[in-house]
């Protein structure tokens, strides 16, 4: 298997418009998963787009990047993800609050990112930092006190 083969099918069918880009999209997925290299999280954070009309199968991607906890420590991953979040922008700042909204959710997994985010280069820390903050303001009652401890601990 070529993974820069697979990348691009990645690349070519993440609008997601026809039954084939779904196919090729999902079939590319599974191979880049595959070969089991945490590097993979980057290009699969790159092929989120917030103009997909199926939510679902973007939902895919994020199973994929969570996959990857299962054979490596959570914070190999989360630095992966962390490392790849800027290449969600500007096409899918959605997608990157979706991923974001789930580790507020999860204290375990914010906890760690947390030491994650903490070390991580100045622009990649502010722009999670945006992310967060934006959460926080669309729904307070909800996110408020898990993003007030990640922004004030980073």
Known sequence: ???????????????LKSDKDIN?????????VGVGDINCIKYLCARFHDGTE????????????ESFDQNYPLYDTLKELAKSVPLMFPHAKEWAKTLHKRILNHKPTLEVYIDVVSRSETTTKNLI???????KHKNPSRFEESADRFLSSI
């Open 1 to 15: 298997m070529n993974i820069h083969q697979e990348i691009e099918k990645l690349k070519n069918s993440n609008l």
């Open 24 to 32: 090729d999209f999902e079939e590319a997925i599974t191979r880049i």
């Open 54 to 65: 199926h939510d679902e199968i973007m939902f895919g991607l994020i199973h994929a990047i």
């Open 129 to 135: 930092a945006e992310i967060v903050t934006e959460i």
